[in-house]
């Protein structure tokens, strides 16, 4: 099964979310971020400027980056603990 790394590209304290990308085989960059939403915290996709568009459900095969900061821990581990 093909594992699809998500990198850590920032934290967004404001908008209460931490932002990845993936690169595709391609070459584009496909953009998503945890948000918390009504005291969970559930996985997006988001436009290439980085607005959350629509919610999805996690694939068992991606792999999160851990943000370096501590708000962006909190989150991962709230959505972590979640699933």
Same mark, same amino acid.
């Given at each position: 099964m093909e594992t699809y790394g998500l990198t850590?590209?920032?934290t967004d304290i404001g908008y209460c979310r931490v932002?990845?990308?993936y690169v595709t085989p391609s070459g584009?960059?496909?953009h998503y971020c945890l948000m918390e939403d009504q005291s969970q915290?559930?996985?997006y996709r988001c436009s290439q400027d $980085?607005?959350?568009d629509y919610q999805i459900k996690l694939k068992e095969n991606c792999i999160f980056e851990t943000?370096?900061?501590e708000y962006g821990k909190e989150l991962y581990a709230c959505?972590? $603990?979640g699933i």
């Open positions: 850590y590209d920032y932002q990845y990308y584009n960059k496909a915290v559930k996985m $980085g607005e959350a943000p370096p900061d959505f972590l $603990g």
